[in-house]
Nanobody, 126 residues
Framework: VQLVESGGGSVQAGGSLRLSCTTS????????VGWFRQAPGKEREGVSY????????YYADSVKGRFTISTDNAKLTVYLQMNSLNPEDTAVYYC????????????????????WGQGTQVSVSS
């Protein structure tokens, strides 16, 4: 399994960015792709996930109503559309995969995820 993130960059507060996670290596659809972020000096935080098994999604309270996760029809790329960005969203964003799905649907914890990409930097200035 391989995951490659792209789309990070610098933006002013109130702006938008779309992150992409290109995936490969999955044999069956029993997996979730999640986005996590880690700011300097802070723990990795779960942002959102999408289940390829049933299409369900999850969002952390801090991003609900601002971020949207989606996938293309082939389920090869997962997108994270980020709107109304603020400086607190500044972090390295990682795409990760839980394969197969083992954890409860109500949580998003990095410890449940088995594969991850190299990360992409998102910087939001005030």
């Amino acid at each position: 399994v391989q995951l490659v993130e792209s789309g990070g960059g610098s933006v002013q507060a109130g702006g938008s960015l779309r992150l992409s996670c290109t995936t490969s290596g999955f044999i069956i659809d029993d997996y979730r792709v999640g986005w996590f972020r880690q700011a300097p000096g802070k723990e990795r935080e779960g942002v959102s996930y999408i289940s390829m098994k049933d299409g369900s999604t999850y969002y952390a309270d801090s991003v609900k109503g601002r971020f949207t996760i989606s996938t293309d029809n082939a389920k090869l790329t997962v997108y994270l559309q980020m709107n109304s960005l603020n400086p607190e969203d500044t972090a390295v964003y990682y795409c990760e995969a839980e394969y197969p799905i083992m954890s409860d649907a109500s949580r998003l914890s990095a410890g449940d995820y088995d594969y991850w990409g190299q990360g992409t930097q998102v910087s939001v200035s005030s």
